[in-house]
C-alpha cells in the first residue's frame, strides 16, 4: 500500500498553461462598429481571450478602450491584406469597410481587403485548424428581383458598377470560404448580414440610420434620397451580435441572412426619426447614387430554425438607444 506523495511542483509552463483561457477568439475589424460590440460580448465570458487586429481605416482605438489592458485582451494594428502568424482558435472575420462612402472612397482596396484578406484569414485558419466566420452582406443579392430574400437566391448584381468592389467582392469571399471547406476541409460560417445601426456607428460615415439621427439632433433636414420609396430592413446590434455568436457556435455552415424582417422605406424611416428625435425637423428630398438597390427585407426562417435566433429589438426601440449615444459623443445635452 503506497503512501500518498504530495503533487511535485507544477511547472511554470502548466501553471501558465492552467490560467490560459479555454478559447483564443480572432476578431478582424474588431475595433469597427459591429466588431467592438461583438468583442464587448466575447470578453464578458471569462473563457475567452480575445485578439483584435484591425488597420484603424473605419475603426478606432475609442471603441475598445474600455479592454485595453485586460489580460484577456489583444490589440494589433495590423492590414489583413498582408499575410498574419498567430495561433488562434476562432476567427470572427469582419474586417471591411462597411458604408458606400468608405468602400467606394478607395475600391481597389476594397476589393484587395475582401479577396487577399479573406484568403488570408483562411490561410491562417488552415495552418492552426481555426474555425473561420465571415460577415458577407445582403448586397451579394445585389437589387433583388426575389422579396423577401432567402439565401437560396443568387443575386442581381451588377459586376462593373461603383458597388462591385463592396458586393462583388463579399461574393468571391464567400466563394474561397466555401473553396477552402471542400478542398481543405476547413470550418466556415458565413453570416449574411442586412442594414446594421446602433451606437458606435460613426456619426459621419454616411449610413442612412446614422446620417438622419445626426441631421435631427443638428437641425439639418433629413436627406432623403430619391426616391424614397426604396426599403430596408434595419437590425440593432446587440441582435446582430447574438446571431453572429450563435451562428459560429452552430454547427451550420450558413450562408444564414441575419437582419431584422422590419421592412421600412427611407421616407417611413425619416418619418420615425422626425416623430422620436426632432418633430421640427424638416424632410428633404435629394439625388441618390447609382445602383441603389430598391428593396431588401431577410428571409430570417433559416436563422429562426438552425440557430434559434430571431431580433428582439424593434426601430422605434433601437433609434433613441443610438441618439442618446450620438448626443453624449457630440457633447450635446438633451432638450426634451
Ligand atoms: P466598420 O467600418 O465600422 O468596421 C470595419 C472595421 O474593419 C473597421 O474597424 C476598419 O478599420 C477595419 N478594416 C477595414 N479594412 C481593413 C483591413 N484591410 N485590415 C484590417 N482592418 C480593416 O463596419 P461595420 O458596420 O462594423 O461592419 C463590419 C462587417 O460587417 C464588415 O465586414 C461589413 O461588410 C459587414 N456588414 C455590415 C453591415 C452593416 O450594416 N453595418 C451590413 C452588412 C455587412
Ligand atoms: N497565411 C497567413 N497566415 C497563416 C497562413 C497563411 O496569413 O498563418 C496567408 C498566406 O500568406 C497566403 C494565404 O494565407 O497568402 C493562403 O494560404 P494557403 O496556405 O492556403 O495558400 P498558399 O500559401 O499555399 O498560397
Ligand atoms: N439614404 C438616404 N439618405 C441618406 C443616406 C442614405 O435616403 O442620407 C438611402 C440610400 O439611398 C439607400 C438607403 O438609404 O437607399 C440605405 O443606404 P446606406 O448607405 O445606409 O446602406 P446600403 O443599404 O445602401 O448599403
Redesign the pocket.
Known amino acids: 500500500h503506497s503512501t500518498t506523495k504530495p503533487p511535485p511542483n507544477p511547472s511554470p509552463l502548466r501553471s501558465a498553461k492552467f490560467f490560459q483561457a479555454n478559447m483564443r477568439i480572432l476578431v478582424?475589424?474588431g475595433?469597427?462598429?459591429?466588431?467592438s460590440h461583438l468583442v464587448d460580448k466575447l470578453m464578458e465570458n471569462e473563457k475567452n481571450e480575445v485578439i483584435v487586429?484591425?488597420?484603424?481605416?473605419?475603426?478606432s482605438k475609442d471603441n475598445l478602450r474600455q479592454w485595453i489592458g485586460h489580460p484577456r485582451f489583444e490589440l494589433i494594428r495590423?492590414?489583413?491584406?498582408e499575410p498574419l502568424l498567430i495561433e488562434v482558435d476562432q476567427i470572427y472575420h469582419?474586417?471591411?469597410?462597411?458604408?458606400p462612402i468608405?468602400y467606394k472612397y478607395n475600391p481597389v482596396k476594397t476589393i484587395k481587403?475582401n479577396v487577399i484578406?479573406t484568403l488570408n484569414m483562411l490561410g491562417l485558419a488552415k495552418r492552426v485548424g481555426a474555425r473561420i466566420l465571415l460577415?458577407s452582406?445582403?448586397e451579394v443579392y445585389g437589387d433583388p428581383l426575389v422579396h423577401p430574400q432567402d439565401e437560396s437566391y443568387w443575386g442581381n448584381v451588377n459586376p462593373i458598377g461603383v458597388r462591385s468592389c463592396y458586393d462583388e467582392g463579399k461574393r468571391v469571399a464567400e466563394t474561397l470560404m466555401f473553396d477552402y471547406h471542400r478542398q481543405h476541409g476547413i470550418e466556415i460560417r458565413i453570416a449574411r448580414?442586412?442594414?446594421?445601426y446602433g451606437p458606435r456607428m460613426n456619426i459621419d460615415d454616411g449610413r442612412v440610420v446614422s446620417n438622419f439621427i445626426a441631421q435631427a439632433i443638428r437641425d439639418e433636414p433629413l436627406t432623403v434620397q430619391s426616391p424614397g420609396t426604396q426599403t430596408r430592413s434595419f437590425c440593432y446590434v446587440s441582435d446582430m451580435v447574438d446571431g453572429l455568436i450563435r451562428l459560429m457556435q452552430g454547427n451550420n455552415t450558413g450562408p444564414i441572412n441575419i437582419g431584422n424582417p422590419g421592412e421600412f422605406t427611407m421616407i417611413e424611416l425619416a418619418e420615425n426619426v422626425k416623430e422620436l428625435i426632432n418633430p421640427k425637423v424638416e424632410i428633404i428630398s435629394v439625388e441618390n447614387t447609382p445602383d441603389d438597390p430598391r428593396q431588401r427585407k431577410p428571409d430570417i426562417t433559416k436563422a429562426k430554425e438552425l440557430l434559434g435566433w430571431e431580433p428582439k429589438i424593434k426601430l422605434r426601440e433601437g433609434l433613441p438607444l443610438m441618439e442618446e449615444d450620438f448626443l453624449k459623443r457630440l457633447g450635446i445635452a438633451r432638450t426634451n
Open positions: 478582424t475589424g475595433a469597427g462598429f459591429i466588431g487586429v484591425d488597420n484603424y481605416f473605419t475603426g495590423h492590414d489583413v491584406t469582419l474586417a471591411c469597410p462597411a458604408s468608405f481587403t484578406g460577415t452582406t445582403s448580414i442586412f442594414n446594421t
